[in-house]
Structures are given as structure tokens and as C-alpha cells.
Nanobody, 114 residues
Framework: QVQLVESGGGLVQAGGSLRLSCAASGIIFSVATMGWYRQGPGEQRELVASITDGGVTNYKDSVKGRFTVSRDNAKNTVYLQMNDLKPEDTAVYYC????????WGQGTQVTVSS
């Protein structure tokens, strides 16, 4: 059974930082492309950042220079370091794993106050 468990969300003031973690089980993590998505109120889910099995990263334009995605294959965990957070970053953040199928975590709320 595949499980993706996110943690690290919370309430932070604008300009602050958070680090999200996503622990994976039930998949061969080292060959998975991992992604972080977010969904704000009344909005569609959108890609924030992704990292391939080879470590190639991709970012949404509005988070470039502020967010960093990384992975630890020994711990089956992907991270999203978020710095200089803005109110518009407020959303539920989801972890996604892509191997031969796509799997989603349950999401973690990030709220940035102005």
C-alpha cells in the first residue's frame, strides 16, 4: 500500500519560512519523480516544484529563488524549503509521486499572514 505523508505546514507571517516533508512508503522512492502541488481556496491544484530521480528540479515561476525542493533517497523523503513566504502562498500543499502510477498525499495547510 502506497502512503505519502506530508508534514511541516502551519501558520507563518509574511517573510517567514517553513519546511515541508513528505515521507513515502510502498513505492521504489529512488526511481520516482516527486512533486509538490498546492491548491488555494477556489483555485485549481497547481505544480509548485518537482524533482526527478536524477535530481533535476523544476519550479513554478512565482516561487523561483524562494522555494527549494530536495530529496533524501535513504529516508524516502522529499522536502520543500519555503523562504520569504507571501500571503499568496497560502494553500493546501500536496505531495505527489509518479512511478508507473501517480500517488497523492493527504495535504498539509500552509497559511501566510500579512
Amino acid at each position: 500500500q502506497v502512503q505519502l505523508v506530508e508534514s511541516g505546514g502551519g501558520l507563518v507571517q509574511a517573510g517567514g519560512s517553513l519546511r515541508l516533508s513528505c515521507a513515502a512508503s510502498g513505492i521504489i522512492f529512488s526511481v520516482a519523480t516527486m512533486g509538490w502541488y498546492r491548491q488555494g481556496p477556489g483555485e485549481q491544484r497547481e505544480l509548485v516544484a518537482s524533482i526527478t530521480d536524477g535530481g533535476v528540479t523544476n519550479y513554478k515561476d512565482s516561487v523561483k529563488g524562494r522555494f527549494t525542493v530536495s530529496r533524501d533517497n535513504a529516508k524516502n523523503t522529499v522536502y520543500l524549503q519555503m523562504n520569504d513566504l507571501k500571503p499568496e502562498d497560502t494553500a493546501v500543499y500536496y505531495c505527489r509521486a509518479r512511478t508507473y502510477a501517480i500517488y497523492w498525499g493527504q495535504g498539509t495547510q500552509v497559511t501566510v499572514s500579512s
